[in-house]
């Protein structure tokens, strides 16, 4: 059942065996996976579909480096970020999880083949499996490997789930009853409220509107985000002086995002063969984009930490590309007067748009369309730094919860690693004659400025795993140290992020996570 907490379809205090705060990619996967053998209740602040005045809830302050995703990368409504996902997925390296004496801060509790079936199960379930990520994937298309790894380079593809957008593909299933799990709307979490000792959650106040309810639960599962979670703990203060789990002051600390930037342009005289070697790929309702990373023997040898890169196509306004993407948002938005202006200015397109559309379909290969301008976009992860954080800023929301404060940064590695991998990719480039590359006068500059860098919405670090409390907020299990029935899960969870586009992995740990609760919940 879907409700909304502002009517008082469900009377409080509410009653439920796992109580999933937030419905974004960890909350409704968990909830799904939890289901059956526990019931469940999950908690949105916001409501079946995003709202104007959304900018003003996820508001905050930034400090240092510009975060956009403050407020453009979150979204408050069933579904959460999600409904602005575009579905990339990819698995983590398995050098992501090892400690590397470069990277300080590094390593995770657990490896990356404790989580290899529970990926396979993700893939499962957001629709992309049996794929895998490399070069092989050019095979199926009938096409080659260069041979990228002479240069330090492996090929590594994202693949788009089908349907990103958890509230769509799950929704349904919801508002027909499953009967185990109840999803209440327009239901912010004010607070986590502690037993006297501060070692079990005694439950949750919410606020909705003009109404106020708590929620009892066998066990609770935070679950909304690398900027909320740790909020959410360090406003809960009442019974801990410095928030719920923060007795070592690190809820907050090692804030990353995924820094991008234009690295380099290509020049070439042939750019149809470069648009040929790494156009998007269609088979099967999948899309794949290939991207080349750096080995985990160039990141040991260079001290680098893990980035990849991608060759982007700008287009002139004039242009097929940029026309049909003005019919297409013209349809989406259902302006037919404008769609109609767009379909006319496609018009002098038609030859070019029918021959590559028909390539397409004929080869599951994308079209390639002419582009005015190649550029080289590096991704890069950020090395752990506990002076990236979230902490509480003093102006609160209309509930009267303190916003958040963000202080985030690029640093020096972080722009040694987007070098690495562009002068990697250019020499590679060059040896196998697609071009050559223009590096950005930036990357060997003296100092890191804000200006050439974008953040990415992929906010992570903040509720560290770790082995013990004096390495991170929750445990291996993603429990919160010393608080016994209290989760997180998320990206707000990992250690160190790698260059991976983070939601498959959240997928991932969400379902190991559900089956870590009943096994829990199952020996009560």
Not at 133 to 162: E, H, V
Not at 339 to 347: E, G, M, N, S
Request: proline share 6%; aromatic share 8%; net charge neutral.
């Amino acid at each position: 059942m879907i409700a909304d907490f502002r009517q008082g379809e469900i009377a409080s205090p509410i009653e439920t065996d796992l109580c999933v705060i937030g419905s974004g990619a960890a909350g409704l996967t968990l909830a799904c996976h939890a289901a059956g053998p526990l019931r469940v209740l999950v908690v949105e602040a916001g409501g079946p579909e995003p709202g104007q005045d959304d900018a003003d809830w996820l508001a905050g302050q930034s400090t240092d480096f510009t975060l956009s995703g403050l407020v453009n990368g979150r979204v408050r409504a069933l579904g959460g970020a999600t409904r602005r996902w575009f579905g990339q997925c990819i698995r983590l390296d398995p050098i992501d999880f090892e400690r590397r004496p470069w990277v300080p801060y590094s390593g995770w509790p657990i490896t990356a083949q404790d989580l290899d079936a529970y990926y396979d199960r993700a893939e499962r379930f957001v629709g992309t499996a049996p794929h895998g990520y490399d070069a092989r994937n050019w095979s199926r298309f009938g096409m080659r490997d260069p041979g990228f790894d002479q240069d330090g380079l492996m090929p590594r593809f994202t693949i788009y789930c089908p349907r990103p957008d958890f509230a769509a593909a799950l929704g349904r299933r919801l508002r027909r009853g499953q009967p185990t799990v109840d999803v209440l709307l327009h239901a912010a979490v004010v607070g986590i409220a502690l037993d006297p000792d501060g070692a079990t959650v005694a439950g949750l106040r919410l606020r909705g509107g003009d109404r106020e309810g708590f929620v009892r639960a066998r066990a609770y599962a935070l679950c909304g985000g690398g900027i909320e979670n740790p909020r959410l703990l360090l406003a809960s203060n009442d019974v801990m002086s410095a928030g719920i789990g923060n007795g070592r002051d690190l809820v907050g600390r090692f804030f990353q995002d995924h820094p991008g930037a234009t690295t380099a342009d290509l020049l070439t005289d042939q750019p149809r063969k470069v648009r040929e070697q790494f156009r998007m790929l269609r088979r099967g309702g999948l899309t794949f984009w290939p991207k080349l990373a750096l080995t985990p023997t160039a990141q040991r040898e260079g001290e680098h930490l893990n980035a990849n890169a991608q060759l982007e196509y700008l287009y002139a306004p004039d242009s097929a590309m940029a026309r049909a993407k003005d019919a297409i948002a013209a349809v989406r938005e259902r302006q037919p007067a404008a769609a109609a202006i767009a379909a006319l200015r496609l018009a002098p397109h038609t030859r070019e748009l029918t021959r590559e559309g028909v390539y397409a379909l004929a080869t599951g290969r994308g079209p390639v369309l002419r582009a005015e301008r190649l550029t080289l976009t590096a991704h890069v992860e950020q090395a752990p730094d506990p002076l990236n954080r979230i902490t509480l800023a003093c102006e609160r929301d209309r509930f009267g919860v303190p916003r958040a404060r963000v202080a985030w940064r690029v640093n020096r590695a972080e722009v040694s690693s987007m070098r690495a991998v562009t002068r990697a990719v250019g020499q590679a480039l060059r040896r196998l004659g697609f071009g050559e590359l223009a590096q950005a006068c930036w990357l060997d500059a003296d100092e890191v400025a804000p200006e050439p860098f974008v953040d990415t919405y992929h906010h992570a670090g903040t509720t560290r795993m770790g082995a013990t409390p004096a390495e991170g907020v929750v445990d291996p299990d993603c429990r919160v140290f010393g608080v016994d029935n209290l989760y997180i899960a998320g990206s707000s969870v990992f250690p160190t992020s790698g260059y991976a586009n983070p939601t498959l992995s959240i997928v991932a740990l969400a379902i190991r996570l559900s089956e870590t609760i009943k096994a829990r919940l199952a020996g009560r």
